[in-house]
């Protein structure tokens, strides 16, 4: 099991960056995929990228290149999503998820956070 706790979400206004965390425990990370996914109010869940613990390697939406970087500290098992420029679109709640290599599926996930972002 891997239990995943974000935080840092919030009401900020448009044009602010905001650090997004996610902490991991349970598991040791070293054969996972951590993700970033979003769900604005009346959408689908949506991919905003991830990070393959062990190498670093990113794999991120294009939607949101740019703005968003997504990080993680092995010290302190946790991953971070940070989102510059925000703006009103960028409103949802964000959830971590975990998946274990080489399955396909994010089968752990978070509570969520939400970020509100006001114009």
């Known amino acids: 099991q891997v239990q995943l706790v974000e935080s840092g979400g919030g009401l900020v206004q448009a044009g602010d960056s905001l650090r997004l965390s996610c902490a991991a425990s349970?598991?040791?990370?070293?054969?996972?995929?951590m993700g970033w996914f979003r769900q604005a109010p009346g959408k689908e869940r949506e991919f905003v990228g991830a990070i393959y613990w062990s190498s670093g390697r990113l794999d991120s939406a294009d939607s949101v290149k740019g703005r968003f970087t997504i990080s993680r500290d092995k010290a302190e098992n946790t991953v971070y999503l940070e989102i510059s420029s925000l703006k009103p679109e960028d409103t949802a709640v964000y959830y971590c998820?975990?998946?274990?290599?080489?399955?396909?599926?994010?089968?752990?996930w978070g509570q969520g956070t939400q970020v509100i972002v006001s114009s």
């Open positions: 349970g598991r040791t990370l070293s054969d996972f995929l």
């Open positions: 998820a975990a998946r274990q290599l080489p399955y396909a599926r994010y089968e752990w």
